[in-house]
């Protein structure tokens, strides 16, 4: 099984941290991400934006950095053009912030279209008494600052994933306030029940975030992860 294998390799590199290099464990539960990948050179980076055929969005992949952007460690937006001067510049960045950080590399990744969609935040806390405890609610930078979010208990049912959309203040924001298209409900509901799925599969994962969890009228992408395992 690929999840398996994701983790185990992880743990085989001695780490606990993992980010947005286990994407796949999120393919292998079908919740969609964008296309992308992470590479260990500028020229294979250029070489998957060229296939990706667009504008891309880098990342620097490190288990040291938590929180990429706020080392200018994520850049949107990079014409191909620009993509290996950009991937110099995130690890220079890197090293700037902490000069012995293990970097893997720098991941390369398909553009999102932000405009259309809701920023979501969906997570799991394992609780020592309660178990896995799913987390859902409006993301991005809005996380902190509204704290607009709700929880239930994994594994959940169809009706309580549901319910976790009804929880939040901001519903009418995924059900087209303001002139905008409803976001779909359906796939959101769906990436719940796997999310679930997949924490209940593999009690090692202690802590999970896919910040954000982008939802548009045409389905999710899940552009962010960091996992902690025990
Ligand atoms: P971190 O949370 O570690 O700073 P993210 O991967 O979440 O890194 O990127 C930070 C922000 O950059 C996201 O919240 C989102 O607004 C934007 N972003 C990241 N990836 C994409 C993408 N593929 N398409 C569009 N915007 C993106
Ligand atoms: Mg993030």
């Given at each position: 099984?690929?999840?398996?294998?994701?983790?185990?390799?992880?743990?085989?590199?001695?780490?606990?941290?993992?980010?947005?290099?286990?994407?796949?464990l999120?393919?292998?539960?079908?919740?969609?991400?964008?296309?992308?990948?992470?590479v260990?050179s500028?020229?294979?980076?250029?070489a998957?934006a060229e296939?990706?055929?667009?504008?891309?969005?880098?990342?620097?992949?490190?288990?040291?950095?938590?929180?990429?952007?706020d080392i200018?460690?994520?850049?949107?937006?990079?014409?191909?053009?620009?993509v290996?001067?950009?991937?110099?510049d995130?690890?220079?960045?890197?090293?700037?912030?902490?000069?012995?950080?293990?970097?893997?590399?720098?991941?390369?990744?398909?553009?999102?279209?932000?405009?259309?969609?809701?920023?979501?935040?969906?997570?799991?806390?394992?609780?020592?008494?309660?178990?896995?405890l799913?987390?859902?609610?409006?993301?991005g930078?809005?996380?902190e600052?509204?704290?607009d979010?709700?929880?239930?208990?994994?594994?959940?049912?169809?009706?309580?994933a549901?319910?976790?959309?009804?929880d939040?203040?901001?519903?009418?924001?995924?059900r087209?306030?303001?002139?905008?298209?409803?976001?779909d409900?359906?796939?959101l509901?769906e990436?719940?029940?796997?999310?679930?799925?997949?924490?209940?599969?593999?009690?090692a994962?202690?802590e999970?975030?896919?910040?954000?969890?982008?939802?548009?009228?045409?389905?999710?992408?899940a552009?962010?992860?960091?996992?902690?395992?025990?």
């Amino acid at each position: 099984e690929r999840a398996r294998e994701v983790i185990e390799s992880a743990a085989r590199r001695g780490s606990n941290r993992l980010g947005v290099e286990a994407m796949e464990l999120l393919d292998a539960y079908g919740i969609p991400t964008p296309q992308g990948e992470v590479v260990s050179s500028p020229v294979e980076a250029e070489a998957v934006a060229e296939e990706i055929g667009d504008n891309v969005v880098m990342k620097i992949v490190s288990p040291d950095i938590l929180h990429k952007s706020d080392i200018g460690g994520v850049e949107v937006d990079v014409p191909v053009e620009d993509v290996r001067d950009t991937y110099e510049d995130l690890v220079v960045r890197a090293r700037n912030y902490q000069a012995d950080a293990t970097i893997l590399g720098v991941q390369v990744q398909e553009m999102v279209d932000l405009d259309n969609g809701v920023e979501t935040i969906l997570g799991m806390n394992r609780d020592p008494q309660f178990g896995p405890l799913l987390l859902f609610g409006l993301g991005g930078i809005f996380v902190e600052v509204l704290e607009d979010n709700t929880v239930s208990v994994a594994p959940v049912s169809e009706n309580e994933a549901a319910g976790m959309l009804d929880d939040i203040d901001s519903a009418p924001l995924l059900r087209g306030a303001r002139g905008r298209d409803p976001v779909d409900e359906a796939t959101l509901v769906e990436t719940i029940q796997r999310l679930s799925q997949l924490v209940t599969d593999f009690p090692a994962i202690v802590e999970l975030d896919i910040n954000p969890l982008v939802a548009t009228p045409d389905g999710v992408q899940a552009v962010d992860l960091r996992l902690t395992l025990d």
